[in-house]
Structures are given as C-alpha cells and as structure tokens.
C-alpha cells in the first residue's frame, strides 16, 4: 500500500505516520540504539507504506560517517576573536580532533535564523556530532541537535539539571576561591562584576561569591553586585555603577579577565589604587591577566583541556553509542596569586 498522494514522501510524513517526532525517525535511519524495538518497527511500518527512500545524506547517517565534528558559537565574531577563552578551547578541540583524523568545522549561530539554517545542515547529515561553547538557558540548540539523532556534548551547562552531556570547571569554586583570597588579605567590601546571568557559568560564580561572603562571616549586600556581559565594555559599565552605589568598596571579583580588564581602566579613571585602595580578581589567567598593570590575580581554568575532555566524549560516543544517561564532567579550578589582589 502507498500511502503518497504526489510527490516524494518527506521526513516528517514518515514521523507522522509512524507517531513520533521527526528526530526518531533521524535516529532510526543512523541505527541509534537509543529507539525501542516497536518504535523502530512503527517507523518501518511506516517507511514502507508510504514508499519513503532516503536521500543520498540519509544514506550517509545510516551507513557512513563524514569524519567532519561542528563547533559551535553563539557569538559575533568581535567576541569570538577578542576573548582568549574561545581561542584555548579551540586549541584544545583542534588538537584532540586532529589526533582522531576529523575535521573542525568552526559554526557562529548569532539569531533565529543561523540557528534554522544550521539545523538544516545538520539534517543533511553534513557532520557526524556537535560541540557547542556559550550556549545561554534558552538556547533550544542542544534539545534539537539531539532530536536530529546526532551526538552532541556542551561547554558549559544551562542549568543545574542539564540532560545534554557537558565539560564544565569548577565555576562554584572559583567565586569561593576569590573571596576567600580577597577577604584574607582583610578586604570587607568585596563586589563582584557577574556574566550574563542566563548564563549558568555567570550564576554559579556569583553562587561562589555569595557562599565565599557567608563563609567569610560577610553579610550579603546587592549595592556591591553589577551584571556585565564577559566583554572589556561590559566590565567597565559594570564598574561605573559599583563605585556609583558603593565608593567605598574595597575589592571586586569580576567573572572573567577580560570584564576585570574594563573595571581596571575605570579604577583607574576615578584614581583608585589597584591593590592599595581596591584590590582586584578575575577568571581565566588568560594572557590579559599576566599583561595587566598591575599583573592580575585570576582563577585559572583549564580551558584546552575542556576542549579535548569535548572533543574525547564525542568521539567516544560517535564510536559506541551509549545509554541515554549523560556524561558530565567537571574539572577543578586554581587561584593564581598576583600583584592585583
């Protein structure tokens, strides 16, 4: 029995037949074990009466491998190229990834209408999984590269509870860690310039500052808490309100190098003194942090290894498809001591 009614029968013709979504019928075709035995017959079933055959990219999910892994960015290319974070974990997923004979495809996803196209060509079966860098809690992008039946492993997470496999640092320990490295050197006013907090990196640190504060017997206080954006910019802004709301504050923690580079210059502005009068500690111990005047105390994380602890997942898993059950990985942070704070 046929079940056209003119024209080559489509993807989502077969999922709605077989009543599944369009990424079963995906994972079907890519022979995932990760489909029940009566879904996988439904969508025969289904395949079968409507006379469906897969195209030429289809065929290469289920029968062949493109040796090619995407990275993906969700950023413009200004902070693509001025961030060194970016630039280590490139370095880290390039090395793994060419140690294994696969090729990097590097993908920026800035609005709606990238992330429509992207999805396409993943569709197309263009590559054999993804790595995505920066992903925001909103970002549908990791749900949908997996409905598309293709590994796919994060830097970073969305939220606590993250079902996608991710490579994190320690971002908790980090906020900690500078606190504490602040109040010991007998700073009571500490602010902290955060990341975009729909971020979950920029929510743990301010988490870490918070808890750093309780432990250190410091009550909490939101005048000293300015939300930046991990841009040079973004950390001056965020600088101009502190010493707005607080002149007195005597330390800052900023959630990255580079935002701690911009509430640098502006200290700088208003004649405060770094470390006399404000001492000052960043994330990263990027280049930035070893350059600055004066050299910066940062918390070091180790991106290039998250970028091959990445890469290594997903090869693992392009290999031997695993349980549903998600690999999560989260490496240790370290206080670099400098003249900063």
Known sequence: MSGRSGGRPTLEQVASRAGVGRGTVSRV???????????????????????YVP??????????RTDAIALVIPEAEARLFAEPYFLDLMRGV??????????????????????????QYLAAGRVDGVLLASVHADDPLPDRVRELGLPVVMNGRRTEAEPVPY???DNIGAGRAAVARLVGRGRRRVATVTGPLDMYVARAR?????????????????TLVAAGDFTEEGGRRAMRRLLERRPDLDAVFAASDVMAAGARGVLREAGRRVPEDVALVGVDDSPAARLMDPPLT?????????GRTMARMLLREIAEPGPEEPGRHVLPTELIVRESG
């Not at 195209?55 to 062949?64: E, F, I, V």
């Not at 294994?100 to 196209?117: F, H, I, K, M």
């Open 167 to 169: 490579v994190d640092s």
């Open 55 to 64: 195209n030429q990219a289809a065929r290469a999910l289920a029968g062949s």
């Open 94 to 119: 390039g090395a793994e990834l060419a140690e294994a004979d696969r090729q990097l495809l590097l993908t920026l996803v800035r609005g709606e209408r990238e992330r429509q196209r992207f999805e």
């Open 298 to 306: 940062s918390v070091r994380q180790p991106i290039e290894e998250m």
């Open 206 to 222: 301010l988490g870490g500052y918070r808890a750093g504060l309780t432990e250190a017997g410091l009550p909490p206080d939101e």
């Open 29 to 51: 075709i890519n022979g995932s074990p990760r489909v029940s035995e009566r879904t996988r017959a439904a969508v025969a079933r289904a395949v079968a009466e409507l006379g």
